[in-house]
Protein backbone atom coordinates (compact mmCIF):
# COMPACT_ATOMS: atom_id res chain seq x y z
CA UNK A 1 0.00 0.00 0.00
CA UNK A 2 2.85 2.53 1.44
CA UNK A 3 4.03 1.51 -2.52
CA UNK A 4 0.82 2.41 -3.91
CA UNK A 5 0.62 5.81 -2.33
CA UNK A 6 4.40 6.92 -3.70
CA UNK A 7 3.27 6.13 -7.02
CA UNK A 8 0.33 8.00 -7.06
CA UNK A 9 2.20 10.99 -5.67
CA UNK A 10 5.37 10.73 -8.24
CA UNK A 11 3.17 10.55 -11.20
CA UNK A 12 0.42 12.66 -10.48
CA UNK A 13 3.23 15.32 -9.65
CA UNK A 14 4.89 14.22 -13.54
CA UNK A 15 0.80 14.25 -14.45
CA UNK A 16 0.84 17.98 -13.39
CA UNK A 17 3.70 18.88 -15.06
CA UNK A 18 2.96 17.63 -18.39
CA UNK A 19 0.68 20.00 -20.54
CA UNK A 20 -0.02 18.53 -23.53
CA UNK A 21 -2.87 16.48 -24.06
CA UNK A 22 -1.20 12.78 -25.29
CA UNK A 23 1.34 12.32 -22.60
CA UNK A 24 -1.25 12.92 -20.03
CA UNK A 25 -3.32 10.65 -21.49
CA UNK A 26 -0.75 8.08 -21.65
CA UNK A 27 -0.13 8.91 -17.64
CA UNK A 28 -4.19 8.42 -16.66
CA UNK A 29 -3.62 4.60 -17.12
CA UNK A 30 -0.67 4.11 -14.86
CA UNK A 31 -2.79 6.59 -12.07
CA UNK A 32 -5.02 4.50 -11.52
CA UNK A 33 -3.85 0.74 -11.65
CA UNK A 34 -2.97 1.10 -8.19
CA UNK A 35 -6.05 1.48 -7.20
CA UNK A 36 -7.42 -1.50 -9.85
CA UNK A 37 -4.22 -3.57 -8.35
CA UNK A 38 -5.53 -3.14 -4.60
CA UNK A 39 -8.86 -3.52 -5.79
CA UNK A 40 -8.96 -7.01 -7.38
CA UNK A 41 -6.11 -8.33 -4.63
CA UNK A 42 -8.37 -6.93 -1.87
CA UNK A 43 -10.81 -9.99 -1.65
CA UNK A 44 -8.17 -13.05 -2.38
CA UNK A 45 -7.13 -12.37 1.39
CA UNK A 46 -8.67 -14.60 4.23
CA UNK A 47 -9.89 -12.37 6.76
CA UNK A 48 -9.70 -15.21 8.92
CA UNK A 49 -6.12 -15.84 9.47
CA UNK A 50 -6.49 -17.36 13.04
CA UNK A 51 -9.03 -19.73 11.65
CA UNK A 52 -6.73 -20.71 8.52
CA UNK A 53 -4.53 -22.12 10.86
CA UNK A 54 -6.29 -23.76 12.80
CA UNK A 55 -8.10 -25.32 9.53
CA UNK A 56 -4.36 -25.74 7.81
CA UNK A 57 -4.01 -27.68 11.19
CA UNK A 58 -6.37 -29.92 11.61
CA UNK A 59 -8.10 -30.36 8.27
CA UNK A 60 -5.94 -29.33 5.44
CA UNK A 61 -4.07 -32.56 5.47
CA UNK A 62 -6.68 -34.88 4.31
CA UNK A 63 -9.26 -31.60 2.79
CA UNK A 64 -6.22 -29.32 0.99
CA UNK A 65 -6.69 -25.65 0.73
CA UNK A 66 -9.10 -23.33 2.28
CA UNK A 67 -10.81 -23.28 -0.72
CA UNK A 68 -11.32 -27.05 -1.55
CA UNK A 69 -12.61 -27.72 2.55
CA UNK A 70 -14.63 -24.76 3.00
CA UNK A 71 -16.48 -25.41 -0.31
CA UNK A 72 -18.06 -28.80 0.88
CA UNK A 73 -20.74 -27.16 2.62
CA UNK A 74 -22.77 -24.19 2.68
CA UNK A 75 -22.38 -21.40 5.48
CA UNK A 76 -25.46 -22.48 7.12
CA UNK A 77 -24.31 -25.95 6.77
CA UNK A 78 -21.00 -24.73 8.18
CA UNK A 79 -22.98 -23.79 11.30
CA UNK A 80 -24.94 -26.80 11.87
CA UNK A 81 -21.70 -29.30 11.15
CA UNK A 82 -19.70 -27.66 13.88
CA UNK A 83 -22.63 -26.99 16.61
CA UNK A 84 -23.01 -29.61 19.37
CA UNK A 85 -19.60 -30.16 19.68
CA UNK A 86 -19.10 -30.77 16.43
CA UNK A 87 -21.37 -34.05 16.50
CA UNK A 88 -22.27 -34.24 12.87
CA UNK A 89 -19.04 -33.56 12.00
CA UNK A 90 -17.63 -36.27 14.06
CA UNK A 91 -20.50 -38.54 12.60
CA UNK A 92 -18.82 -38.05 9.55
CA UNK A 93 -15.50 -39.05 9.81
CA UNK A 94 -16.80 -42.33 11.93
CA UNK A 95 -16.73 -44.82 9.87
CA UNK A 96 -13.12 -43.50 7.73
CA UNK A 97 -9.65 -44.96 8.04
CA UNK A 98 -7.07 -42.92 9.51
CA UNK A 99 -9.68 -40.22 11.06
CA UNK A 100 -8.75 -41.40 14.84
CA UNK A 101 -6.85 -38.06 15.14
CA UNK A 102 -9.19 -35.79 13.89
CA UNK A 103 -12.20 -37.11 15.52
CA UNK A 104 -9.85 -37.03 19.09
CA UNK A 105 -9.40 -33.35 18.21
CA UNK A 106 -12.86 -32.34 17.34
CA UNK A 107 -14.01 -33.73 20.90
CA UNK A 108 -11.17 -31.63 22.92
CA UNK A 109 -11.43 -28.51 24.57
CA UNK A 110 -8.79 -27.25 22.20
CA UNK A 111 -11.86 -27.97 19.58
CA UNK A 112 -14.08 -25.81 21.74
CA UNK A 113 -11.93 -22.83 22.13
CA UNK A 114 -10.92 -22.82 18.58
CA UNK A 115 -14.50 -23.42 17.17
CA UNK A 116 -15.70 -19.79 16.41
CA UNK A 117 -12.59 -18.63 14.78
CA UNK A 118 -12.46 -22.06 12.57
CA UNK A 119 -16.44 -21.80 11.75
CA UNK A 120 -15.64 -18.01 10.75
CA UNK A 121 -13.00 -19.62 8.60
CA UNK A 122 -14.70 -22.75 6.79
CA UNK A 123 -17.76 -20.06 6.29
CA UNK A 124 -15.57 -17.65 4.26
CA UNK A 125 -15.07 -20.22 1.80
CA UNK A 126 -18.27 -21.81 1.84
CA UNK A 127 -19.96 -22.98 -1.26
CA UNK A 128 -22.47 -19.87 -1.07
CA UNK A 129 -20.12 -17.68 0.04
CA UNK A 130 -20.71 -14.61 -1.54
CA UNK A 131 -16.61 -13.29 -1.10
CA UNK A 132 -14.70 -16.47 -1.63
CA UNK A 133 -11.17 -15.81 -1.42
CA UNK A 134 -9.11 -18.02 -3.92
CA UNK A 135 -5.70 -17.67 -2.87
CA UNK A 136 -5.32 -20.13 -0.14
C1 LIG B 1 -7.43 -37.84 8.52
C2 LIG B 1 -8.10 -37.20 7.43
C3 LIG B 1 -9.16 -36.16 7.70
C4 LIG B 1 -9.07 -35.04 8.48
C5 LIG B 1 -7.88 -34.55 9.27
C6 LIG B 1 -10.34 -34.34 8.35
N1 LIG B 1 -11.17 -35.06 7.53
FE1 LIG B 1 -13.01 -34.52 6.92
N2 LIG B 1 -13.21 -36.26 5.94
C7 LIG B 1 -12.23 -37.25 5.82
C8 LIG B 1 -12.78 -38.39 5.11
C9 LIG B 1 -12.01 -39.63 4.74
C10 LIG B 1 -14.12 -38.08 4.83
C11 LIG B 1 -15.17 -38.93 4.13
C12 LIG B 1 -14.95 -38.99 2.68
C13 LIG B 1 -15.33 -37.70 2.06
O1 LIG B 1 -16.54 -37.38 2.02
O2 LIG B 1 -14.42 -36.98 1.60
C14 LIG B 1 -14.36 -36.74 5.35
C15 LIG B 1 -15.54 -36.04 5.21
C16 LIG B 1 -15.73 -34.75 5.59
C17 LIG B 1 -16.93 -33.97 5.34
C18 LIG B 1 -18.14 -34.46 4.57
C19 LIG B 1 -17.89 -34.25 3.10
C20 LIG B 1 -19.08 -34.62 2.27
O3 LIG B 1 -18.91 -34.54 1.04
O4 LIG B 1 -20.12 -34.97 2.79
C21 LIG B 1 -16.74 -32.74 5.86
C22 LIG B 1 -17.72 -31.57 5.82
C23 LIG B 1 -15.43 -32.73 6.48
N3 LIG B 1 -14.85 -33.95 6.29
C24 LIG B 1 -14.88 -31.65 7.15
C25 LIG B 1 -13.70 -31.71 7.86
C26 LIG B 1 -13.20 -30.64 8.70
C27 LIG B 1 -13.88 -29.29 8.92
C28 LIG B 1 -12.04 -31.06 9.22
C29 LIG B 1 -11.17 -30.34 10.22
C30 LIG B 1 -11.78 -29.90 11.44
C31 LIG B 1 -11.79 -32.40 8.69
N4 LIG B 1 -12.82 -32.76 7.89
C32 LIG B 1 -10.66 -33.15 8.98
C33 LIG B 1 -10.95 -37.17 6.29
C34 LIG B 1 -10.48 -36.17 7.11
Known amino acids: MRNNRLQLIVLSYVFQRVHTIIPRMLLIPLLITPFLRGKSHAPHVTQEKIGQQYYLH ?64 LQEFANDSESIPTCY
Not at 65 to 71: E, I, M, R
Not at 73 to 78: D, G, I, R
Not at 95 to 119: Q, V, W
Open 58 to 121: ACGSCHGSGKLGGNMATVLEWKGLLANHAKELIGLHEDENGTAGIIAYLKSDCFTREHDHLLKF
